[in-house]
């Protein structure tokens, strides 16, 4: 399946580009609305792009009253992501979204690169929305952790049914003449092609650790790179930056894998999965 990354697809503003899609994910929602951070919230970087959004979204109350109806019209499956501070928001959240039937899964975006004990949060955060709901749980984890492998295995274990690989690392970008942070808040996520070897490897090592289904996401531009995720483990692939320059990365991302796969004597690009892992990785690095 190919999947646009959280908030990186306005399907209400672009709903073609939405449809182009197997599956649309939706920006983060939180119990409250929030406004997120100043401007400036956005900058490039010669290796991907920065951002300091904040987690901007209307509040669950008004998402599932105003947004939803109108995100069932596009007739494409939605994922909501879910975050929160505590774990007890995320419950909130998925009994929210239990009974709405539009919601085809959450994804529990669990990726607060500050938190210091990522296994328990993870561990806490996963149970709580395990109970609160019967729908599949996706979790989006950070690659910025010791181990994403044991992180993984704490999520399986609490009940998730899938993971999302992988949400942005923390960045920084000076302002060439003055020197100060060209972001409000300072320092933001950065995405884009300087993510990719980060996000193969965490999606390569959550594949050994629990050989759970994974949306593969970091720096995909093209056929080849996303191919490379399948390869690494995941079973699907999601879009996120390469939205902002080209709207049409899905349908042209869709064209180049088959072809990427055809040109290995492949029918499908499902072939290469988890090829990576076929001669130890490990062993070939050593
Ligand atoms: C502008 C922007 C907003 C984002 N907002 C969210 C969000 O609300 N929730 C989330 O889980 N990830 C969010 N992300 C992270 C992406 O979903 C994705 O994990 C990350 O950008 C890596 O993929 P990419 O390199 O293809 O962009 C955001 C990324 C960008 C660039």
């Not at 409000?184 to 959550?206: D, F, N, R, T, Y």
């Not at 902002?244 to 894998?257: H, Y």
């Not at 999965?273 to 490990?282: F, G, M, N, P, R």
Request: charged residues 20%; aromatic residues 4%.
């Amino acid at each position: 399946m190919l999947l646009n990354a959280s908030g990186c697809l306005d399907a209400l503003t672009a709903p073609d580009v939405a449809r182009s899609l197997d599956v649309f994910v939706t920006k983060t929602v939180t119990p409250l609305p929030r406004e997120g951070n100043t401007p400036v919230r956005i900058a490039e970087t010669d290796v991907g792009m920065l951002n300091s959004i904040g987690l901007a979204n209307p509040g669950i109350d008004r998402f599932v009253t105003r947004s939803l109806p109108q995100l069932e019209k596009l007739g494409v499956p939605v994922w909501v992501s879910v975050g929160g501070f505590e774990a007890d928001d995320y419950a909130e959240i998925c009994s929210r979204l239990d009974d709405e039937a539009e919601v085809a899964a959450i994804e529990l975006n669990v990726s607060c690169p500050n938190v210091e004990a990522p296994v328990e949060n993870v561990t806490r955060i996963v149970a709580a929305a395990r109970l609160a709901t019967r729908k599949p749980l996706w979790a989006k984890l950070s690659p910025a952790v010791p181990d994403i492998g044991e992180v993984a295995k704490a999520a399986q274990t609490a009940g998730a049914d899938g993971l999302s690989l992988v949400n942005t690392v923390r960045g920084l970008k000076l302002d060439a003449r003055t020197l100060r942070p060209v972001l409000e808040p300072g320092q933001g996520g950065l995405s884009g092609p300087a993510l990719k070897p980060i996000a193969l490897a965490a999606v390569a090592s959550c594949y050994r650790a629990t050989a759970m289904p994974i949306v593969g996401m970091g720096g995909i531009q093209d056929g080849l790179d996303a191919l490379e995720f399948i390869a690494a483990g995941a079973q699907h692939v999601a879009l996120g930056t390469v939205l902002f320059a080209d709207p049409d990365a899905p349908s042209r991302i869709r064209i180049e894998l088959h072809a990427a796969a055809s040109e290995r004597g492949w029918n499908s690009s499902d072939d290469a999965y988890a090829i990576a892992h076929e001669e130890s990785l490990s062993l070939r690095t050593t």
